[in-house]
């Protein structure tokens, strides 16, 4: 991983440089790393084809799999100028659907949870709430080697807007805190970081996804809101789903599991809009650490 200097570095000439310069820089380091990541463009493959539901032919996979790093590379461009932007261009080509209900929970007092995947420019949403509309927005994020790498980061995304609570031991108590002050939660579900997930079927393929949303919103009676955000022609798109169903039905185990199962098939939907926005690069499935030639882990073992 890049040292937290290269971030500050990447940060200071996305803001600095003229957006073609930027954006042909971005370009370049999405083709670098397309190039240089062997593992990485195995599992994008992999990933593709689980969204397209089908194999692909080696042109149209080298197409597709230069493309998702393309968009990676323009995810951080992006999210690194967006500090530097005003309210009007954040708000100037920026569509969105199911938004309603997000704003019914914030006025309810109860905030939100947006269950996203890793996709599209998610920050810019969330920078767009802050501002736009004016709520208070609420993130997890995994904790990062070296640790001043987690320090920037959660530095950079807490001048974006957002209150940020590490991934541990104390996430969900401060998670219903948020909630109950009417913040936007967002939590990225389409892996699961702490091993200790829920099996469901994920793309046709047996995996874990993190229990954390389910139970939050089973505790809190929060709307559980599967969300992503696109890059469309030169705008962005964010669409909310129809909150999941929620309602307590037995006991809190086969609540969880049903829930979760819900939004990975949400999940799955949403990633198919746009499949080369989806920037999931980690081993998965059981499968992904097969393909690599690696140990499963414990959590994955029997699936």
Wanted: net charge positive; glycine share 10%.
């Amino acid at each position: 991983m890049p040292s937290a200097s290269a971030y500050r570095a990447a940060e200071l000439f996305a803001r600095r440089a003229p957006s073609p310069v930027a954006r042909a820089g971005a370009l370049a380091a999405g083709l670098a790393a397309a190039a240089a990541s062997g593992d990485k463009r195995l599992l994008v493959r992999r990933n593709l084809e689980r969204a397209l539901g089908r194999r692909m032919g080696r042109v149209e996979s080298a197409r597709r799999v230069t493309a998702v790093f393309d968009w990676y590379a323009r995810y951080y461009l992006e999210s690194f100028k967006l500090p530097s932007l005003d309210v009007s261009v954040i708000d100037e080509g920026f569509g969105y659907e199911g938004v309603d209900a997000i704003e019914r929970a914030v006025r309810s007092g109860t905030g939100p949870i947006l269950v996203m995947p890793h996709l599209g420019t998610w920050e810019w949403a969330a920078w767009w709430l802050a501002l736009v509309p004016g709520m208070k927005v609420t993130a997890v994020v995994e904790p990062l080697e070296p640790p001043e790498v987690f320090e920037w980061f959660a530095s950079f995304r807490r001048r974006l807007g957002m209150d940020i609570v590490p991934l541990g031991p104390d996430a969900g108590g401060r998670l219903a805190t948020a909630i109950r002050r009417g913040d936007v939660v967002c939590l990225l579900a389409d892996r699961d970081v702490a091993g200790n997930g829920v099996e469901v079927d994920f793309f046709g393929e047996r995996t874990r996804l993190p229990a954390g949303p389910a139970l939050l919103a089973l505790r809190t009676g929060a709307p559980l809101i599967p969300s992503a955000v696109y890059w469309r022609g030169r705008g962005r798109h964010a669409i909310a789903a129809p909150p999941l169903d929620t309602r307590r039905l037995g006991g809190i185990r086969s609540d969880v599991s049903r829930v979760v199962q819900d939004y990975a098939a949400a999940l799955e939907r949403l990633v198919r809009v746009a499949p080369e926005q989806w920037h999931l690069m980690s081993p998965n499935w059981p499968s992904d650490y097969r393909a690599l030639g690696q140990p499963l882990p414990e959590s994955l073992r029997g699936l």
